[in-house]
């Protein structure tokens, strides 16, 4: 008990003494009584700084992590009652990681986004100089009650329920439903999307990159079936499973010595034509037929005989 007394008393004298050696030589105004004091609905903080812009950020910044910490153990205190069922470790888990990057991607966490400075109920700065050096130590108070709180928490709750149903319908998806590979495309793209909107650190990004695993390997799996061929064109198609997909955009030709290759979608069915008078008999005559859809190749070569 005695221990801790005297370090007490010595860290106050060494505050004491660091207060000392600065001067304030310029204020905002009268001082407020609220600094360095505790109020009930409100969060009070205070960030020294080079600059009075920085030092006001560094405030608004402890502030935001203040109302995510509130948000997160509200959260956390209510996984008992409402866990994830799409692959997700709990809404507290991605919580505890927001708070460690949120000054580079607090634009991600939606209801941060509304913290505003402008909502501040109270500021008071001071322009310090301590030797020669000059700083400024902001002062804000900014309202923040258990109303805020709870709002802020059924709106984060009910976006994570949003999430994860949207991230369940991606998965359930098994692509039997589309007639097209530009729907495929347009699908893959909306995952992408979707992906692309969550922080690394979501559990739900890894489960998002599966799905796009899976659905890659869906179109991986198209087949492009000859129909018939001759020394003028050919016809194929494209197959998922045992449905013909239609496909409207062109794809890439190479061909060992055919010319002048051309194409066209009539429907379900896709059509080349080519120059086949620069080959020879004594040659296999080919023609290598790809699509790149959405970073996947579908491909097949056809003889021409």
């Excluded at 949003?162 to 909306?190: G, I």
């Excluded at 799905?211 to 998922?240: D, K, M």
Aim: proline share 2%; glycine share 4%.
């Amino acid at each position: 008990m005695r221990k801790t007394f005297v370090l007490l008393a010595m860290l106050i004298l060494t505050m004491g003494y660091a207060f000392a050696k600065e001067k304030v030589v310029e204020t905002s105004g009268k001082t407020p009584k609220w600094i360095y004091a505790v109020e009930q609905g409100y969060i009070i903080v205070s960030a020294e700084s080079e600059s009075l812009e920085e030092a006001k950020n560094k405030c608004m910044l402890q502030v935001k992590k203040q109302i995510l910490s509130s948000v997160a153990e509200s959260v956390q205190a209510e996984s008992t009652l409402n866990t994830h069922e799409v692959g997700v470790n709990g809404t507290y888990s991605i919580m505890d990681q927001y708070a460690s990057i949120i000054e580079t991607k607090s634009a991600q966490i939606p209801f941060l986004s509304e913290v505003s400075i402008s909502k501040a109920e109270g500021f008071y700065w001071e322009k310090l100089k301590n030797k020669k050096v000059y700083s400024y130590r902001y002062h804000l108070k900014y309202p923040f009650g258990q109303f805020d709180l709870v709002r802020l928490v059924d709106d984060f709750q009910s976006k994570e329920r949003a999430l994860d149903n949207q991230l369940a319908d991606f998965a359930a998806d098994d692509f039997s439903k589309y007639t097209s590979v530009e729907q495929m495309m347009v699908r893959l793209q909306e995952l992408k999307l979707f992906k692309a909107s969550l922080l690394e650190e979501d559990s739900r990004f890894e489960r998002c990159k599966s799905v796009e695993r899976v659905y890659g390997e869906y179109i991986r799996s198209i087949q492009l079936r000859l129909i018939q061929s001759n020394r003028e064109g050919l016809v194929f198609t494209a197959n998922f499973r045992e449905k013909t997909l239609s496909m409207v955009a062109p794809p890439k030709f190479k061909s060992n010595c055919l010319t002048n290759i051309q194409y066209r979608s009539l429907g379900a069915e896709c059509v080349v034509m080519f120059d086949y008078s620069t080959c020879t008999d004594e040659q296999q005559t080919y023609i290598d037929v790809s699509f790149n859809i959405g970073g996947n190749k579908v491909k097949n070569r056809f003889v021409i005989k």
